[in-house]
């Protein structure tokens, strides 16, 4: 853009989306948790408590299940079924992933896919999927 004195002035700007991803621990069993979590009215992050905007498709964190509870990772289809999962170094598979449709905090409806364990655990548990 230039001025009528000739002065010349540019602007750039840049916009980056990042899916969100959510993680967390509950004691709601799994079936509850994807009959709530796929209700158009209910907002994803009110029910895992955990979310951060991937700027990678691995996630790796603690879980503190004390008193029963079981893990849940929320992550975009895009992603895939995770290629690796461990327990600290070890691999882990007792695990179920389903596809789930949840709606955003901007009520825009996205999928996503549910990692979740098939049971309570009552300690703290390191949990690293890779894709």
């Given at each position: 853009?230039?001025?009528?004195?000739?002065?010349?002035?540019?602007?750039?700007?840049?916009?980056?989306?990042?899916?969100?991803?959510?993680?967390?621990?509950?004691?709601?069993?799994?079936?509850?948790?994807?009959?709530?979590?796929?209700?158009?009215?209910?907002?994803?992050?009110?029910?895992?408590?955990?979310?951060?905007?991937?700027?990678?498709?691995?996630?790796?964190?603690?879980?503190?299940?004390?008193?029963?509870?079981?893990?849940?990772?929320?992550?975009?289809?895009?992603?895939?079924?995770?290629?690796?999962?461990?327990?600290?170094?070890?691999?882990?598979?007792?695990?179920?992933?389903?596809?789930?449709?949840?709606?955003?905090?901007?009520?825009?409806a996205?999928?996503?896919?549910?990692?979740?364990t098939?049971?309570?655990?009552?300690?703290?548990?390191?949990?690293?999927?890779?894709?």
């Amino acid at each position: 853009m230039t001025d009528a004195a000739g002065k010349t002035a540019s602007a750039n700007s840049q916009v980056i989306w990042k899916f969100a991803n959510y993680y967390g621990v509950s004691s709601l069993d799994p079936a509850s948790m994807i009959s709530q979590i796929q209700n158009p009215g209910q907002y994803a992050g009110s029910l895992i408590q955990n979310k951060r905007l991937a700027s990678t498709k691995a996630e790796n964190h603690d879980y503190n299940c004390t008193g029963g509870k079981y893990i849940y990772v929320l992550y975009p289809v895009s992603y895939g079924n995770p290629a690796s999962v461990k327990n600290g170094s070890f691999d882990f598979s007792d695990y179920t992933v389903t596809n789930v449709t949840i709606t955003d905090m901007f009520g825009i409806a996205r999928q996503y896919k549910l990692f979740y364990t098939g049971y309570q655990t009552g300690s703290n548990v390191n949990i690293n999927i890779i894709n």
